[in-house]
């Protein structure tokens, strides 16, 4: 997106949060959320700091690959409490999986859907070790799956792997 369509929607949606609706028709409005409420931590373009956040850019759409995986991303819980609504959170959900995450979704993966957003959210993953739950999830993307070993770049460290 050339910057001067990113600053004017950025506008529109500031303007838009002072009435309280974000028009669902506004050019940019999926990328402008995905930068109001993800871009700080994960960088504007899906790369942050690795070991701090993890790398969405050409990794995310791996979690596709197992149910568990898909149901991983709505549930964590600054995705899961985020003041989006389902519509919306949708929307940033395919925006990164499907074009962030630059064909590392597979082939044939369904958009995610509000309804199905709306569901998994009402159970964020408040109770468990993220970094555990994460990191076996990463080991089975990458053994049984042939994900990118990308996706441990976050974990290194942070979990002893399982051995193929």
Not at 20 to 30: E, F, I, M, R, W
Not at 56 to 72: E, P, Q, S, V
Not at 136 to 152: F, K, P
């Amino acid at each position: 997106m050339r910057r001067g369509a990113l600053v004017a929607a950025a506008c529109a949606l500031f303007a838009a949060g002072l009435t309280g609706a974000v028009p669902p028709s506004l050019p940019g409005a999926t990328r402008g959320n995905y930068l109001l409420a993800c871009g700080g931590c994960h960088g504007d373009e899906g790369v942050s700091n690795s070991k701090l956040v993890p790398t969405l850019k050409g990794l995310i759409g791996f979690y596709l690959n197992t149910r568990a995986g898909r149901d991983y991303l709505p549930r964590l819980p600054n995705v899961a409490f985020s003041t989006l609504s389902d519509q919306e959170l949708a929307a940033v959900l395919n925006y990164l999986v499907f074009d962030m995450g630059e064909g590392s979704a597979p082939t044939g993966a369904k958009p995610y859907e509000a309804a199905e957003v709306g569901r998994l959210r009402k159970q964020p993953l408040t109770e468990i070790s993220l970094h555990r739950y994460r990191g076996q999830m990463v080991e089975t993307l990458i053994n049984q799956y042939h994900a990118s070993a990308g996706l441990r770049m976050y974990d290194v460290g942070l979990y002893p792997r399982a051995q193929p």
